[in-house]
């Protein structure tokens, strides 16, 4: 398991739409990742600086306020929407990004259970890897698996150690093929997680059985592009 800086993450995958919400949602998260997902700004920052100052346009002022009041606008719509849905105050305090993509996801369906402690929300992201929002209880987990092509792991909320590592929200985690883990919620608090996958998981043993036959029954599977 490896820990990932944004620009490693976009370096990856980054023209799949599921990446960018990942993307998108770091940023929110952490004012550092602005700067890192753009490196170069450092550079051009050293550039500016040496130029003679310009007046800003008489407007610019009014455009970034109406901004401010536009993203204030979108949490309360956010609110009101997030309302009559389980955990609604827990999904309208996700990062801007992730509260929309599920709110739109749950216009259309709602949460499913995946093990004991742990549902997840598959989001309307088409054209590359299969992104959902997983709402994991404290100290709940998933039996040992890997995966058969890779997974990246965005903790939004709490935390959890997969056996190998411990992950801390902000920081997204990338599961190769092959790599056996079994990731557990810390104790305390609820870990919502931003999953990315391009490929289903293997999972072992006795679990691994029950996958096999869970396959076989008609009902909705990811579809990995």
Request: glycine share 8%; charged share 20%; proline share 6%.
């Amino acid at each position: 398991m490896t820990a990932l800086s944004l620009h490693q993450v976009l370096g990856e995958h980054g023209d799949d739409p599921a990446i960018r919400l990942l993307a998108d949602t770091i940023v929110n998260l952490r004012a550092d990742a602005a700067f890192e997902a753009l490196p170069q700004d450092f550079a051009a920052g050293a550039l500016l600086s040496e130029e003679t100052p310009s007046s800003l346009d008489s407007g610019a002022l009014d455009a970034v306020l109406s901004q401010i009041d536009a993203a204030g606008d979108l949490d309360a719509a956010a609110k009101t929407r997030a309302a009559t849905r389980k955990w609604a105050d827990e999904i309208a305090a996700l990062p801007s990004p992730l509260r929309e993509a599920a709110l739109d996801a749950l216009d259309h369906s709602d949460w499913q259970f995946l093990a004991f402690g742990i549902r997840r929300l598959p989001l309307n992201i088409k054209g590359g890897g299969f992104a959902e929002l997983m709402r994991v209880e404290p100290g709940s987990g998933v039996a040992d698996h890997d995966h058969a092509a890779d997974e990246l792991t965005l903790i939004v909320t709490g935390g959890y150690h997969d056996g190998h590592a411990h992950f801390g929200a902000g920081e997204v985690s990338l599961a190769r093929p092959d790599f056996v883990h079994a990731p557990k919620a810390d104790p305390g608090e609820i870990c919502y997680l931003l999953a990315v996958t391009y490929g289903p998981s293997k999972f072992q043993g006795v679990f691994g059985v029950v996958q096999k036959l869970v396959d076989l029954l008609p009902i909705a599977k990811p579809e990995w592009s």
